[in-house]
């Protein structure tokens, strides 16, 4: 493997991980061991307005460094390798290398030991497969990638890193690898809101498939499933807080506002006492509502001037369907505005009163079963220690969706 010294930026940021616990001490050496430049492209990608721009290396070397070792997430593609914006510019991030506490919680969450086989779902860099490799030896690790120019990158990235024997496979990672199973672990880094029970099959009796999972409606949770000796896998979220790309295969439409609202439309008017920072804010509420309301994605949308105002957008663009609240400061009731074949304000409610009513059950209680028929979702009976709320409960965080 290559040998290099961490810049100071990244060995104090790696430290700061392990100070607060998300970074156990043999994770922490393969973090100062890896050399993350050299899985990051000479062309990345920063926001500016609505736009993705490209940022090269040759241009501006010490920014590229400092986003390289810096702890946000750096896009590596845009717009599936062919920018789709004006002058080159990207409009939909579709690869990057994670930030780094949430490649930590992913780590840490697979519970991977030495002498351990791994597959990894989404190689997009090669950085991820590259700590298991110097973890577990490069011979014990299997990634798969669907974009070919992606896979071959991490290929080569992996051989001057001095992790060559990896294997890297160029496919969809939805049907993971059976010429390599059975695997100790099946560790996704892109989200499945449908876990494959291929995933499933290629792991033996007693390992994990750990998955970000996610919703049109709710952004993100990481999933980890025990795999039972029946063949199938049960488990739950053990972490709201992260967020990543998505299966091809599985992506969900988020729309614009004005990829589903028409000047046109003549949308059916009412009131409502229910505020939407109810249906939005934390974990539980949202999760249960995205159980119950396929498709719907939401939107915030704050009011020009300074007077307090801002509304929420519920958005179906398979049925064209939307629904609006509107936040008025000091009225305890709220316009609420629905058009299309779906009432979608009134789908949400519904799912949230229910929540409600079945005692607001917080998110650690909801069990998922992967078996070859599919996935269920299904609520636990309660116990003490799930009748707390999900933002006491160990090892969660406020969600990234808010309302105020």
Do not use: K
Not at 65 to 85: E, H, I, M, N, S
Not at 164 to 171: A, D, F, H, L, N
Not at 264 to 270: N, V
Not at 364 to 382: I, K, N
């Amino acid at each position: 493997m290559t040998t290099t010294t961490a810049p100071p930026l990244w060995a104090g940021l790696v430290d700061g991980l392990a100070e607060q616990g998300v970074l156990s001490e043999p994770w922490r050496a393969a973090f100062l061991a890896v050399p993350r430049e050299v899985f990051i492209p000479e062309v990345i990608w920063r926001d500016v307005g609505d736009d993705l721009v490209p940022l090269c290396r040759c241009d501006e070397p010490a920014e590229w460094l400092r986003r390289v070792y810096g702890p946000r997430y750096v896009v590596t593609q845009v717009d599936d390798g062919c920018p789709a914006g004006p002058e080159g510019r990207g409009r939909v991030a579709t690869s990057s290398a994670s930030r780094p506490d949430i490649v930590a919680l992913m780590l840490e969450a697979g519970q991977v030991e030495p002498g351990m086989r791994v597959l990894e779902i989404g190689t997009g860099t090669g950085y991820t497969a590259a700590l298991l490799a110097e973890r577990l030896g490069a011979h014990n690790v299997t990634t798969i990638e669907v974009d070919p120019a992606l896979a071959a990158r991490a290929r080569a990235a992996l051989a001057t890193a001095g992790y060559g024997e990896v294997t890297v496979i160029t496919g969809d990672g939805a049907h993971g690898y059976p010429e390599g199973a059975p695997f100790d672990r099946v560790l996704s880094t892109v989200a499945a809101p449908q876990v494959p029970y291929s995933w499933v099959a290629q792991t033996r009796p007693g390992g994990l498939v750990v998955t970000p999972w996610n919703s049109a409606y709710e952004p993100a949770g990481l999933l980890s499933l025990t795999v039972g000796s029946d063949g199938t896998a049960t488990g739950g979220l053990v972490n709201t807080t992260i967020s990543f790309m998505q299966l091809r295969a599985q992506r969900i439409a988020r729309p614009a506002v004005a990829d589903v609202v028409r000047e046109t439309d003549i949308p059916e008017r009412s009131h409502t006492d229910l505020h939407a920072a109810r249906l939005c804010n934390g974990d539980d509420a949202p999760f249960a509502i995205a159980m119950e309301v396929p498709g719907c994605h939401r939107e915030f949308e704050s009011a020009a001037g300074d007077d307090g105002r801002w509304c929420v957008w519920f958005l179906d663009a398979g049925s064209r369907s939307w629904a609006r609240f509107d936040y008025q400061p000091d009225a305890d009731r709220w316009p609420v505005q629905q058009f299309g074949p779906r009432r979608l304000f009134d789908e949400v409610t519904a799912a949230y009163r229910r929540w409600d009513h079945a005692g607001r059950p917080v998110v650690t209680r909801w069990r998922f079963t992967v078996t070859p028929e599919g996935q269920r979702v299904e609520l636990a009976p309660a116990t003490p220690a799930t009748s707390v709320h999900a933002s006491d409960a160990a090892g969660f965080r406020a969600g990234p969706a808010r309302v105020s």
